[in-house]
């Protein structure tokens, strides 16, 4: 019975009191301009991963890929969400699975493939620990990942391409 202000003001108001109120602060000193970028980064974060313990690395990384040009994220989900609404088959779904390199091509500001630096705005709502990892991220010169060949929600990380190639080669062969 609140109607739409209503339960955006309950959203907004949950927000508020779950996030750091020193959010922008934080978000500076990972290198970001703004809370709101760290809300983006971890939206994708928050798409990404599956075990809470790799969020932190998950953030490394696309902070890491946000250091150095060509400041790409490279990052599946904001190809998931710049592909919408995918009713086949049904009932359908907002997250496109599988991804194939013809969707890396989608002209999209939220396409990360294609576009330098963070999308406009989050692709999801992300949870307090995802926007946690963002502020406190994991140290580490990682700048790859892909899912682990253990297929239990884990990731691979590694810091060269050549050894990020060999973890997928890992990945594939596992099925």
Known sequence: GAGAAG???????????????DLDARARAVGLASG????????????????????PRIARVYLNRLAEPPYILNADPTLQ??????????PGT??????YDVDKQVDSPFNSYLRAGL????IASPGAAA????????DGPWMYFVASAACDGSHTFAESYDAHLANVAAYVAAG
């Open 7 to 21: 339960a955006l003001d309950k959203l907004l108001a949950t927000f508020a009191a779950r996030i750091p109120a």
């Open 36 to 55: 709101h970028e760290a809300v983006i980064l971890a939206s994708i974060v928050q798409r990404e991963g599956v075990r809470a313990d790799e969020l």
């Open 81 to 90: 969400y710049a592909a919408g609404f995918q009713s086949d088959p049904p």
């Open 94 to 99: 907002w997250w496109k699975r599988p991804l």
């Open 119 to 122: 999308p406009p705005g989050p």
């Open 131 to 138: 926007v946690e990892a963002v502020l406190a991220p994991a």
